[in-house]
């Protein structure tokens, strides 16, 4: 089955830094890479994905890559600010009516 | 957009008794939903995927006899927790993919707080 593998588990960046999470997956067939930020006690927000058919889609500050050859794909956050703080867990699925498989998140700190 | 309602949303039993979790897709009808298990600063993990008329499939390690997964309608999958332990202290979520949206996003119920003492 699917395998993800998130790195870093913690990032303390500064107020305006950019912060970049990376994953990588093991099942070739997985087509789709949500991107999660959560809160405490709360349900995952998606907050970007990307299909495998792109190498890159951008949302104002948030930003997803895709390697398909290396099966990674990374999350970049640019100008980073403190409300930014809090869990990013990244995500891969295989074909329609499969589950999605996490990586372990990473506690992501911006201090002002 | 696709919404997912979970109850209860916290729930605290005593150890032996037994809980019921309920999934249910308000918009949309929902042939498979997938449930969760997150233990306090760890990821989601999956425990099972419940399909709507027929049994439910687990992940290794997780005891079908001890979690019992319901399915019985294309808009409520029901988890529950038999005899439930303080081991089984976790945060339980579930969620659906909306396919007739034709979108492979994922759509989650508020998730559930079960405390077992």
């Known amino acids: 089955g699917e395998n993800v593998e998130q790195h870093p588990s913690t990032l303390s960046v500064q107020e305006g830094d950019s912060a970049v999470i990376k994953c990588t997956y093991s099942d070739s067939a997985s087509n789709y890479f949500p991107w999660y930020k959560q809160e405490l006690g709360k349900r995952p927000q998606l907050i970007i994905d990307?299909?495998?058919?792109?190498g890159e889609k951008k949302d104002q500050r948030i930003a997803v890559t895709l390697n398909k050859t290396a099966k990674h794909f990374s999350l970049h956050i640019t100008e980073t600010q403190p409300e930014d703080s809090a869990v990013y867990f990244c995500a891969a699925k295989g074909q329609a009516g499969t589950a999605l498989i996490f990586g372990k998140g990473t506690t992501l700190s911006v201090s002002s | 957009g696709a919404v997912v309602s979970q109850h209860p949303s916290w729930v605290i039993c005593k150890s032996g008794t037994s809980v019921k979790i309920e999934c249910r897709s308000l918009?949309?009808?929902?042939?498979?939903m997938f449930w969760y298990r997150q233990f306090p600063k760890q990821s989601l993990m999956l425990m099972a995927t419940?399909?709507?008329?027929?049994?439910?499939?687990?992940e290794q390690g997780v005891e079908k006899d001890k979690f019992l997964i319901n399915h019985a309608s294309l808009t409520l999958s029901t988890l529950t927790v038999t005899s439930a332990h303080p081991e089984d202290s976790s945060f339980y979520i579930c969620s659906a993919p909306d396919q007739g949206q034709g979108t492979l996003e994922a759509f989650f119920g508020q998730g559930t707080r079960l405390t077992v003492v």
């Open positions: 990307i299909r495998s058919n792109v």
């Open positions: 918009d949309f009808q929902a042939t498979t």
């Open positions: 419940s399909n709507e008329g027929s049994k439910a499939t687990y």
